[in-house]
Structures are given as C-alpha cells and as structure tokens.
C-alpha cells in the first residue's frame, strides 16, 4: 500500500533559524496537506497543493510539491517559539480526491529554543 | 470555519467494558468521516472510514468487530471500542471533510485500566 515517509523525525533550532521537514510518497499522490499539531492537540489543516511543481506561501512557511508529485517539503523562515509542534504530511493517492482516505508521514517535531 | 466536536474528551475505563465515542460535524454535513488512532510520538493511523447509511470500510489490520462504527446522520459518527484492553488505550482522533479542507476533532484520550 502507500506510504508516505517524513524526515526528520526530530528538529531542534534555535529561534531565528530556519526549518525544513520532508515528505516522500511510495506512489505519485493526487495531493498532499500539511499538518501542524500542538503538544496535546488535534491536527490542524495548515494547506494543500495540488499541481506538480507547485509552491505556495504562507507568511514564513512555504510549502512545495516535486514536479513528480511523490514528494514535498515545508520550510518555516526565521523559526519563532509560537512554531513548536508537529508537522505532518497526508497524501492522497493519485485518483483520490481531498476528501478521500489520507495517508500521513511519521511527523516532524519542531522544538524552538528561545 | 468548519467544527468538528468529539465526546467526550477523555475516559478512563476497566479492562473489559465498552466505550462509545462521539464525532459531530457541527456546521456542515459530512457523508464521510474518518476515524484516526494515534500512540504518543507516533503519527496518525487510519482506523475506518466511516460512510453515512452504510457499512464502514476498515483498513488493514483493524477488527470490525472490536471497533464499531456507525454513521447514523450526516453529522454523527460513533466508534465504540468493544471489551477494551490496555492494549487500546491510545487518542482517537476523528475527521471530515468540507470542499478541499479535512477537520479534526479535538480527540478522545482514552485509558484502559
């Protein structure tokens, strides 16, 4: 079946220094989302890309989607404190839709030392 | 934006009995919703989906009959663990989906004793 692999598993920085977890897929997705999850919270939808190559912005954090569409990264600018949690990948497999099942990555958790 | 509630929030429970958790979609309807089991540290894993009127598919590895599903409206979802063990203490976390964007409920901690 599909799997969707995220690295690393771990990131510790310091505040003001950059981040970057990545996500892999077993097989060409449809789409992939991006997660973030507090300490002792549910995830919460951060974006979805769609189109192969695509990039999208949102203030610090940039998500991409490889042209193949098996890969993606999200990459946060000048961390902050507010930045800890988790950040997982979900993809859906190509012919899913956004509604359909969602595989997620490992996680990534973020630690900022002020 | 979009809600999704579940309750309750937390139980603890003896070995052996029963646990219904709820899923509300509380401003949207939901003909599909998903249930996620989560370990601490670990990602999410689907458990079932869950279809409004109709049987839930489960994946791999999970038994039907020790979580039972059922989505009885288009904004209610149960999932009852059956005889539960220590083994199955773990967050449950719910979801559904409105156009593009998947909600989650804020998750169920439940403790098996």
């Known amino acids: 079946g599909q799997q969707v692999m995220q690295i690393p598993q771990y990131q510790h920085v310091q505040e003001g220094e950059d981040f970057t977890t990545y996500c892999n897929s077993s097989?060409?997705?449809?789409?992939i989302q991006w997660y973030k999850q507090r300490p002792g919270g549910h995830p919460v939808f951060l974006i979805q890309?769609?189109?192969?190559?695509e990039v999208k912005k949102q203030k610090r954090l940039t998500f991409q989607f490889g042209e193949a569409k098996k890969n993606s990264s999200l990459h946060i600018t000048a961390t902050q404190t507010t930045d800890v949690g988790t950040y997982f990948c979900a993809g859906s497999g190509a012919g899913g839709t956004s509604y359909g099942k969602l595989t997620f990555g490992q996680g990534t958790i973020l630690t900022v030392h002020p | 934006g979009a809600v999704v509630s579940q309750h309750p929030s937390w139980v603890i429970c003896k070995s052996g009995t029963s646990v219904k958790i709820e899923c509300r979609s509380l401003?949207?309807?939901?003909?599909?919703m998903f249930w996620y089991r989560q370990f601490p540290k670990q990602s999410l894993m689907l458990m079932a989906t869950s279809n409004e009127g109709s049987k839930a598919t489960y994946e791999q590895g999970v038994e039907k009959d020790k979580f039972l599903i059922n989505h009885a409206s288009l904004t209610l979802s149960t999932l009852t663990v059956t005889s539960a063990h220590p083994e199955d203490s773990s967050f449950y976390i719910c979801?559904?989906?409105?156009?593009?964007?998947?909600?989650f409920g804020p998750g169920t901690r439940l403790t098996v004793l």
């Open positions: 979801s559904a989906s409105q156009r593009e964007r998947r909600f």
């Open positions: 097989t060409t997705l449809s789409n």
């Open positions: 401003d949207f309807q939901a003909t599909t």
């Open positions: 890309l769609v189109k192969s190559g």
